[in-house]
Each structure stands twice: as C-alpha cells, then as structure tokens.
C-alpha cells in the first residue's frame, strides 16, 4: 500500500492544473484564429487579384 502511496505522490505534482489547461486551450484557440485569418487575407487578396487581371486583359 505504501509504495502505491508513493508512485501517486511521485505523479501528482506533474498533473496540469485547470489553469494550465484552459490556458493551453486559449493559446491553441488563438493560434487558430490568426491562421484562418491568415487564410482569408490570402484568399481576398489573390482573389482580387485575380479578378482584376481577368477584367483588364479580357477587354
């Protein structure tokens, strides 16, 4: 019984916290967000891009 007392205690200080949970998932939520806007920069932009090109040359 002894030593199953002394492998949990061993565990316990390594277990994340709530915080650090919740703080892990804002920074992963974060770091999503600023792909998807990324993505959709680059998409507005060729596609005005794109657009722009087709409506000059298709004169």
């Known amino acids: 019984m002894e030593i199953r007392l002394a ?5 316990v200080p390594t277990l994340a916290t709530k915080e650090d949970l919740q703080r892990d998932l804002n920074t992963q939520t974060w770091t999503i967000i ?7 920069i680059a998409t507005t932009t060729a596609t005005t891009a794109t657009t722009y090109l087709i409506a000059t040359f298709t004169k």
Do not use: D, F, M, S
Request: proline share 0%; net charge positive.
């Open 34 to 40: 600023r792909w998807v806007t990324g993505v959709l």
């Open 7 to 11: 492998k949990l205690e061993a565990i």
